[in-house]
T-cell receptor
Framework: SQKIEQNSEALNIQEGKTATLTCNYT??????LQWYRQDPGRGPVFLLL?????KEKRKERLKVTFDTTLKQSLFHITASQPADSATYLC????????????????FGKGTKLSVKP | DAGVTQSPTHLIKTRGQQVTLRCSPI?????VSWYQQVLGQGPQFIFQ???????GRGNFPDRFSARQFPNYSSELNVNALLLGDSALYLC????????????FGPGTRLTVL
């Protein structure tokens, strides 16, 4: 069956360091992979999307890599700040039989990041 | 421009009751999806609607139903509530079916006693 794993439930790092979060998947043929941020009691907020034919995507202090051979995505936050503390979710879209995007997302459980001053 | 809105914010029901949750998508967005998020888990896909038609359904029992209106707003109905239905219910809108990015609302926190 299809499965997404975010390897760490929680990650604690010091301010200024780079946070690296991992997302692995099995039995999927994703059209693309997305990363979301979620604060307690709030809805997820979209951060970055990377397509299956892209290796890397950047946005300000954020970087996402996508290795379809390893079936893995890495999400990096450089120069982390206490305000980056939140739960980060990876999500996969799945391809329809005819190759189009299915449009609904399958989420991992999330990794709770805590950045200490 | 307003984001996705959901109502009510919080809801408390007892087992066996029925509940209706409401969602208004971002203006111009034609696709609405519903997700259930149990504490400590990622959101789980329930339904997707586009142009008032159901386009996708997750692994949820028939007690769950939804519809989309001509103005693209949507309702999620859950009948015969169980304790396990307690969760944050999230609505997400996107411009088109299969569009890349889904924009989530703040959610409705449902507690079933």
């Amino acid at each position: 069956s299809q499965k997404i794993e975010q390897n760490s439930e929680a990650l604690n790092i010091q301010e200024g360091k780079t946070a690296t979060l991992t997302c692995n998947y099995t039995n999927y043929s994703p059209a693309y992979l997305q990363w979301y941020r979620q604060d307690p009691g709030r809805g997820p907020v979209f951060l970055l999307l990377i397509r299956e034919n892209e290796k890397e995507k950047r946005k300000e202090r954020l970087k996402v890599t996508f290795d379809t051979t390893l079936k893995q995505s890495l999400f990096h936050i450089t120069a982390s700040q206490p305000a980056d503390s939140a739960t980060y979710l990876c999500a996969l879209d799945t391809l329809m039989n005819y190759g189009g995007s299915q449009g609904n997302l399958i989420f991992g459980k999330g990794t709770k990041l805590s950045v200490k001053p | 421009d307003a984001g996705v809105t959901q109502s009510p914010t919080h809801l408390i029901k007892t087992r066996g009751q029925q509940v209706t949750l409401r969602c208004s998508p971002i203006s111009g967005h034609k696709s609405v999806s519903w997700y259930q998020q149990v504490l400590g888990q990622g959101p789980q896909f329930i339904f997707q609607y586009y142009e008032k038609e159901e386009r996708g359904r997750g692994n949820f029992p028939d007690r769950f139903s939804a519809r989309q209106f001509p103005n693209y707003s949507s309702e999620l109905n859950v009948n015969a509530l169980l304790l396990g239905d307690s969760a944050l219910y999230l609505c997400a809108s996107s411009l088109l079916l299969g569009a890349d990015t889904q924009y989530f609302g703040p959610g409705t926190r449902l507690t079933v006693l």
